[in-house]
């Protein structure tokens, strides 16, 4: 599609519907084996599922996996380890996991006894099943983008950002791509916020940082006319 005739962009709203696999780790070595089959389904959720449902946590731990490494088996080194890994670092999921099991497999050998986490504290797999929603708006032009960007729910910018990297085979957000329509004049907003990275943090500050970048872009282009 070309900036002469581009297509709208369409919001959807989402959430994250959690499903049992049924596999769990009471200690180290059972997560590294299940971790070894898993669907990359179940890697996404422990690292971005977060995003969506309350967490009363430890916030210094994004993903699952560190979360359960610090308050399970008290194992606080790997917890940082596994704490500091960005999946949007990584090409795919199945990269991802190996990572996670690389990271794993040298904790393993600095480890003499595996520590068991409670019978009740165990590591449990989830899976997920995202489910979309129509919200009936859609943008037309680049300079509707902060305004609708701002009445956006979490579910919206969650599918828009965040999911749209594992559905769009560029790996690029839906906002990069729709603007891609409107031509070069638009680079240097697409690489703005092709710059943010939207793992480390939460989707509130994620979308204060977007909104921020458009807008700052937006005044620049203005006091350039």
């Given amino acids: 599609m070309n900036s002469n005739n581009p297509m709208p962009l369409y919001i959807k709203d989402?959430?994250?519907?959690?499903?049992?696999?049924?596999?769990?780790?009471?200690?180290?070595?059972?997560?590294?084996?299940?971790?070894?089959?898993?669907?990359t389904n179940c890697i996404y959720y422990h690292f971005w599922g977060g995003l969506l449902r309350p967490r009363f946590d430890d916030p210094e731990y994004h993903n699952d996996f560190a979360i359960w490494a610090a308050h399970s088996i008290h194992n606080k080194m790997l917890a940082e380890r596994l704490a500091v890994i960005d999946p949007v670092a990584f090409r795919s999921m199945e990269d991802l996991r190996r990572e996670l099991l690389d990271v794993i497999e040298e904790s393993l050998d600095e480890t003499e006894f595996p520590i068991w986490a409670r019978r009740d504290d165990q590591f449990?797999?989830?899976?997920?099943?995202?489910?979309?929603?129509?919200?009936?708006?859609?943008?037309?032009?680049?300079d509707e983008l902060e305004t609708a960007l701002s009445e956006f729910s979490m579910g919206s910018l969650f599918f828009h950002v965040i999911d749209a990297r594992q559905r769009?085979?560029?790996?690029?957000?839906?906002?990069?791509?729709?603007?891609?329509?409107?031509?070069?004049?638009?680079?240097?907003?697409?690489?703005?916020?092709?710059?943010?990275?939207?793992?480390?943090?939460?989707?509130?500050?994620?979308k204060e940082r977007l909104l921020?970048?458009?807008h700052t872009y937006q005044l620049e282009g203005d006091a350039n006319a």
């Fill in 168 to 206: 769009n085979e560029n790996s690029l957000d839906d906002f990069q791509n729709w603007l891609t329509q409107f031509g070069p004049s638009y680079k240097d907003l697409r690489d703005i916020i092709g710059t943010i990275d939207p793992y480390f943090t939460s989707l509130n500050h994620l």
């Fill in 124 to 142: 449990e797999f989830i899976q997920h099943q995202i489910v979309v929603f129509d919200t009936h708006k859609y943008l037309e032009k680049p």
């Fill in 212 to 214: 921020k970048a458009i």
């Fill in 14 to 39: 989402c959430t994250l519907i959690a499903l049992a696999t049924g596999k769990r780790a009471q200690n180290l070595r059972e997560l590294r084996e299940h971790l070894r089959v898993i669907p």
